[in-house]
């Protein structure tokens, strides 16, 4: 994944767009004892921003990064979501899309800093684009769905951008086969 993650930052070394961290919006986003956020800075290959996962999860970081973040899916479900990561990413980055659209929701078990599991709704929005409408980061919002399911399956949701009155592609995964 990091080999991937590294050949999205080089395309980005071409591309004009000041990153602005639009910090004031990030820092008055609500969020409840159940959730908790990050911002990923494609140009930089970087998680830039983190709020909520010492509250969510136990970890209690100054930094996080992608490593940390993989790291921590369930054994099980952690070659679905990479997958799917690494393809939406493949995608998005090559189309433009409006920011604060949210492009990408999955569910899958996220790992605590005490060894257990929680089931987590994963949402990915566009948190800023270029000058072309490409995307420059985007905003991860996990939210703890512990207390509605015990599915061990990775479901997800990808938004359609360019046909909104199509409805989104559902799909379920069997975390194992």
């Not at 990091?2 to 004009?16: A, G």
């Not at 509250?55 to 479900?77: A, S, T, W």
């Amino acid at each position: 994944m990091k080999e991937f993650l590294d050949k999205i930052k080089k395309s980005y070394s071409d591309r004009n767009g000041d990153l602005n961290m639009r910090m004031d919006s990030i820092d008055n986003f609500q969020l409840n004892d159940s959730e908790c956020i990050y911002l990923f800075d494609f140009s930089k290959n970087k998680i830039f921003y983190h709020r909520g996962f010492e509250k969510v999860f136990g970890y209690q970081r100054e930094v996080l990064d992608m490593d940390f973040i993989f790291d921590k899916y369930h054994p099980e479900d952690a070659l679905y979501v990479k997958a799917i990561v690494k393809a939406t990413v493949s995608q998005l980055t090559k189309i433009t899309i409006p920011e604060f659209s949210n492009v990408l929701s999955m569910s899958y078990r996220f790992r605590k800093s005490d060894g257990t599991y929680k089931n987590i709704l994963s949402s990915t929005i566009v948190h800023q684009t270029d000058d072309k409408d490409r995307i420059l980061s985007v905003l991860i919002k996990y939210a703890d769905i512990s207390f509605t399911t015990e599915s061990d399956a990775v479901e997800l949701s990808l938004i359609h951008i360019s046909e909104p009155t199509r409805p989104p592609l559902l799909s379920r995964m069997p975390s194992s086969a």
